[in-house]
């Protein structure tokens, strides 16, 4: 039987770390930290995006770009790390200067926006596949992490839940809707770098919501041995997910569907009235959608029932 994303990564690639007193956290969590003073850590994250898995053959190369790096700065963002500098491997069937130059143009735009270098990387021929690495900077000591959010913690999750797993929709022809935003949001995700920075010294617990809401919150409860409920009415959803909800029925496409790359985090409820403020004025919201609790799993609470919820989210080889 063929192995799980996350049980082949276990099964052969982690590995106790062998004393570098550089290596504060390895495989594990959004990003690998390393400290090289008392001041300062380095958070390290790397995403692959391949033609036909991560974005559709033919799709806008300018998009191509950006996404790229979005969902690098997605993983820094979730640590609570200020973005630094990149690295860029990209492999390509041929070399085609007019695909390049919109793909630079996507890239660099969203660079722009976080003061990001790209460092260095490597240009091969093969099928179209992106590797980005990004790194970044978080005090030491103050990086968000998937392994310590604690009992009667409340979930948060930035932005609107389900868009990008509508616009998958869309694109595969399974929806007839064309809404410019809905497949924005698939395309040109926005990292939350913004809300990432305000959560320091606040979140007990952080993760990007790459794989849906009930995989990337499994991973949180997971790593931190805890349980959690979760209140369907209140998840923060857009019109036209609604509408799709309404008309479908498939009430399940905001806890399943990915991509949408918000931060989901945990806070103790002492601090939530403070940290609302320090979001209050984010173009996007922040909403409290459930409690962490000493149960196992994930319960979500819709229709006054309680539904036990699997955990999965997207893996590849399953």
């Keep these: 039987m063929a192995l799980s994303e996350f049980d082949l990564i276990e099964r052969f690639f982690v590995r106790k770390n062998g ?3 550089f290596i504060r956290l390895g495989i594990g969590d959004d990003c690998a930290l390393l400290g090289f003073d008392d001041s300062v850590e380095l958070a390290v994250t790397t995403d692959t995006m391949v033609e036909g898995v991560h974005f559709f053959s ?44 919109r793909f630079a143009r996507g890239f660099f735009d969203l660079a722009q ?48 839940l389900g868009d990008a797993g509508l616009g998958v929709k869309i694109e595969q022809n399974e929806v007839d809707c064309s809404d410019a935003a809905v497949l924005n949001r698939l395309h040109r995700p926005e990292p939350r770098v913004d809300a990432g920075l305000r959560l320091r010294g606040v979140a007990t617990a952080c993760i990007d919501l790459s794989d849906g809401l009930a995989g990337d919150l499994g991973h949180i409860l997971q790593a931190s041995g805890v349980g959690a409920i979760i209140d ?43 940290m609302e403020r320090r979001m209050a004025d984010l173009r996007y919201p922040c909403a409290c959608v459930g409690v962490i609790d000493r149960s196992d799993g994930l319960r979500v609470l819709k229709d006054s029932n309680r539904i036990q919820f699997s955990l999965q989210g997207y893996e590849h080889f399953s």
């Design 113 to 160: 926006v976080w003061s990001v270098e790209l460092i260095g990387g490597d240009t091969t021929q093969g099928p179209l596949t992106i590797t980005v690495q990004a790194m970044g900077t978080v005090p030491k000591g103050e990086a968000l992490l998937r392994s310590t959010a604690r009992p009667a913690d409340l979930i948060y999750v930035t932005g609107y």
């Design 232 to 274: 369907w009415d209140k998840l923060p959803l857009s019109d036209a997910v609604r509408h799709y909800i309404g008309e479908s029925r498939d009430w399940e496409l905001p806890l399943r569907g990915g991509d949408d790359y918000e931060l989901c985090f945990t806070i103790p409820a002492s601090e939530a009235a403070a």
């Design 58 to 101: 033919g799709a806008d190369s300018e998009a191509v770009g950006y996404k790229a790096l979005a969902v690098n700065l997605s993983d820094l963002a979730s640590m609570g790390a200020e973005p630094v500098c990149a690295t860029l491997a990209l492999t390509m069937p041929q070399s085609d200067a007019s695909w390049l130059r």
């Design 19 to 21: 004393g570098n007193p």
